[in-house]
């Protein structure tokens, strides 16, 4: 495991708020520092709105609205098309700022932005496929059909782990629908989102369709939903403000989204390809540092390979190369934030505390930024914070099973229900671990589930809505029934 010790630079000249087109820079208002977490140097000032920006976006998103709807199909996917396309040419240029202000590997940075191009260009074109449908009417004389509408403007919140993708994805559905969007990405990566916003500028978004603001979440957020302008609001982030936000968007009967947290459990039957399970299971866990909604992060293995796969698992997660993103060789970048790593430690003592046998990592690396090591546990009780709180971390544990109906309960035994995967090649073990596991994605011999093409969304407390597939169009539209006689 190594660390870097030179960073070059290339983060976005200029962060902004985007309202009613016009950007307003940090001179222009009180403003907050940006980070990188790989070494804790300032790299931006990010302004932060006022009150009066927030009531002008939400008029300017009003106006936004009335244009975006009338505009044909067609023409919205033609600029998300385009969007795409700019995206796709900038990817050096914005992977480098992703990379800045969040901490992952400059690659695993361009591969999220080919993946939200992905995005756009699948929202535009399933806008196109919004279709309504002709009911029988009880008498010929009669015309039934059903319309698909966008809901509204939009007011939507993302986080700070994949700084592309998750606006990307309430940015596409929206504009895909037909809708207006207000959006607040996070305050600690907000300019991959503002280089989302010239791509779509570019591409010929007319003004007022989408405002970008930053600030105080709660206040905004409390702001926005309090008026009547939103009609649906679009959240991914922890269950805590989840729960916080959906009681808001009660206040105002809102349609809402929200993708929120997991813990994902990983079921290793003994009748899996161990090599491959180990290999594919190591990658996804240490991928963006494991701060992933969909992380593996309990692993559950039968007892007959438990201990040859945690040797295998912790020899393999012992040697990644953990560094800056920008260095070509990094594997694995810092945590996004101080939060992250103290919130690491913590679980990692509560583990250790609890009798946990730690075969490798379990503490932050001794050099600026964020970072912390590949941590590998087993022999760590049931209650045990790290086994019941979601990580959001490069931590991994790994409990032995006899049974196949004992590992799915273990599995299903939490709130959490985003995703989860298993390895066995065993075609009745496969469907049984489809049907039984409680998730709202399963990967079975692998962990590829998120694309644009597939829905992406929660059950249990994990939230509600899908994004991405069909589905994901559903949630910006209304459904209205128009009779004539
Ligand atoms: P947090 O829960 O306070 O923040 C998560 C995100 O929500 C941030 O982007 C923040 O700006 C936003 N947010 C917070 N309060 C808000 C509000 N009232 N209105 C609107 N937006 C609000 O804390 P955190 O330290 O950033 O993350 C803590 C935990 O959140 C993580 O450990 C993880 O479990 C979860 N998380 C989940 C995801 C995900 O993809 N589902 C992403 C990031 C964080």
């Given at each position: 495991?190594?660390?870097?010790?030179?960073?070059?630079?290339?983060?976005?000249?200029?962060?902004?708020?985007?309202?009613?087109?016009?950007?307003?820079?940090?001179?222009?208002?009180?403003?907050?520092?940006?980070?990188?977490?790989?070494?804790?140097?300032?790299?931006?000032?990010?302004?932060?709105?006022?009150?009066?920006?927030?009531?002008?976006?939400?008029?300017?998103?009003?106006?936004?609205?009335?244009?975006?709807?009338?505009?044909?199909?067609?023409?919205?996917?033609?600029?998300?098309?385009?969007?795409?396309?700019?995206?796709?040419?900038?990817?050096?240029?914005?992977?480098?700022?992703?990379?800045?202000?969040?901490?992952?590997?400059?690659?695993?940075?361009?591969?999220?932005?080919?993946?939200?191009?992905?995005?756009?260009?699948?929202?535009?074109?399933?806008?196109?496929?919004?279709?309504?449908?002709?009911?029988?009417?009880?008498?010929?004389?009669?015309?039934?059909?059903?319309?698909?509408?966008?809901?509204?403007?939009?007011?939507?919140?993302?986080?700070?782990?994949?700084?592309?993708?998750?606006?990307?994805?309430?940015?596409?559905?929206?504009?895909?629908?037909?809708?207006?969007?207000?959006?607040?990405?996070?305050?600690?990566?907000?300019?991959?989102?503002?280089?989302?916003?010239?791509?779509?500028?570019?591409?010929?978004?007319?003004?007022?369709?989408?405002?970008?603001?930053?600030?105080?979440?709660?206040?905004?957020?409390?702001?926005?939903?309090?008026?009547?302008?939103?009609?649906?609001?679009?959240?991914?982030?922890?269950?805590?403000?989840?729960?916080?936000?959906?009681?808001?968007?009660?206040?105002?009967?809102?349609?809402?989204?929200?993708?929120?947290?997991?813990?994902?459990?990983?079921?290793?039957?003994?009748?899996?390809?161990?090599?491959?399970?180990?290999?594919?299971?190591?990658?996804?866990?240490?991928?963006?540092?494991?701060?992933?909604?969909?992380?593996?992060?309990?692993?559950?293995?039968?007892?007959?390979?438990?201990?040859?796969?945690?040797?295998?698992?912790?020899?393999?997660?012992?040697?990644?190369?953990?560094?800056?993103?920008?260095?070509?060789?990094?594997?694995?970048?810092?945590?996004?934030?101080?939060?992250?790593?103290?919130?690491?430690?913590?679980?990692?003592?509560?583990?250790?505390?609890?009798?946990?046998?730690?075969?490798?990592?379990?503490?932050?690396?001794?050099?600026?930024?964020?970072?912390?090591?590949?941590?590998?546990?087993?022999?760590?009780?049931?209650?045990?914070r790290v086994l019941n709180d979601e990580p959001f971390g490069p931590i991994a544990v790994i409990t032995p099973f006899r049974e196949l109906s004992e590992a799915i309960a273990?599995?299903?035994?939490?709130?959490?229900?985003?995703?989860?995967?298993?390895?066995?090649?065993?075609?009745?073990?496969?469907?049984?671990?489809?049907?039984?596991?409680?998730?709202?994605?399963?990967?079975?011999?692998?962990?590829?589930?998120?694309?644009?093409?597939?829905?992406?969304?929660?059950?249990?407390?994990?939230?509600?809505?899908?994004?991405?597939?069909?589905?994901?169009?559903?949630?910006?539209?209304?459904?209205?029934?128009?009779?004539?006689?």
């Open positions: 495991m190594t660390t870097a010790t030179t960073v070059p630079t290339g983060y976005a000249k200029e962060l902004r708020l985007i309202i009613g087109g016009a950007s307003i820079t940090a001179e222009q208002r009180r403003s907050i520092a940006v980070h990188d977490p790989a070494t804790g140097a300032e790299i931006g000032r990010l302004p932060i709105a006022t009150d009066d920006d927030l009531r002008d976006a939400l008029a300017s998103t009003q106006r936004g609205f009335a244009r975006w709807r009338a505009t044909s199909a067609y023409d919205r996917a033609v600029v998300l098309r385009n969007a795409a396309r700019l995206i796709r040419e900038r990817v050096d240029a914005i992977g480098r700022i992703l990379t800045l202000e969040q901490g992952k590997p400059l690659l695993e940075s361009k591969l999220e932005l080919q993946a939200t191009a992905d995005i756009f260009e699948w929202c535009g074109e399933e806008g196109r496929r919004a279709y309504g449908r002709v009911v029988p009417g009880r008498s010929e004389s009669v015309r039934q059909t059903v319309l698909r509408e966008p809901v509204g403007p939009v007011a939507s919140f993302t986080p700070w782990n994949f700084p592309a993708i998750t606006p990307g994805r309430k940015l596409a559905g929206a504009l895909g629908a037909g809708c207006s969007i207000i959006i607040k990405p996070s305050e600690e990566t907000p300019a991959t989102a503002l280089a989302l916003f010239d791509a779509l500028r570019d591409a010929g978004l007319p003004e007022d369709v989408v405002n970008v603001v930053f600030g105080d979440p709660p206040h905004i957020s409390q702001t926005l939903l309090a008026s009547p302008v939103i009609r649906k609001i679009s959240f991914t982030g922890s269950i805590a403000v989840g729960k916080h936000l959906a009681r808001l968007a009660a206040d105002g009967m809102k349609r809402a989204t929200l993708e929120l947290g997991g813990h994902a459990p990983v079921i290793v039957s003994d009748k899996a390809d161990l090599n491959r399970a180990v290999k594919m299971s190591v990658s996804a866990k240490f991928r963006n540092a494991g701060q992933v909604c969909v992380s593996p992060s309990r692993f559950f293995v039968h007892e007959r390979i438990e201990k040859q796969f945690t040797e295998a698992f912790a020899a393999a997660a012992s040697s990644l190369r953990v560094g800056h993103g920008l260095e070509e060789k990094t594997q694995m970048g810092s945590l996004a934030n101080e939060r992250r790593r103290d919130a690491i430690h913590e679980l990692v003592l509560d583990a250790s505390k609890r009798g946990g046998t730690l075969h490798t990592g379990g503490s932050p690396l001794d050099t600026p930024g964020f970072f912390y090591a590949p941590t590998v546990f087993s022999d760590v009780p049931g209650d045990a273990r599995a299903n035994a939490l709130p959490y229900g985003l995703a989860a995967y298993a390895f066995t090649q065993d075609v009745a073990e496969s469907i049984e671990l489809g049907n039984r596991i409680e998730a709202g994605m399963i990967g079975i011999n692998q962990f590829g589930i998120a694309f644009a093409e597939l829905p992406f969304g929660g059950v249990k407390e994990s939230g509600y809505g899908s994004e991405g597939g069909i589905e994901g169009l559903d949630g910006y539209l209304i459904t209205k029934t128009v009779t004539v006689a």
